[in-house]
């Protein structure tokens, strides 16, 4: 799982470039967390589990920290007691090394 990508910085996407092949999506996501999905080579998507909402929604506040640090913003669905991050790059509707990069960091929120 350990991939160095949470070391990265995520470099905005101005469009023009062509998304990942899949092939690149499933390197990629070898260097994240397990946990992590890859729907249709679009987007990769997460589901956390807590014991409460507000933990969740302590994680949501953590999570969009880092976004905002980045300029790269997740999509996040809250639930009592879970949240689902949703990342790909929407200038492309794709997925870039980017998405990974953010999906590492925030994978380190536990």
Known sequence: MAGGLEGKRCIPCEGGVPPLSEEESNNL???????WDLIDNHHIERTWEFDDFQNALNFVNKAGAICEEENHHAEFEVGWGRVKALIWTHKIDGLTESDFILAAKLDSLG
Do not use: G, M, Q
């Open 29 to 35: 996501l070898d260097k994240i967390n397990d946990s």
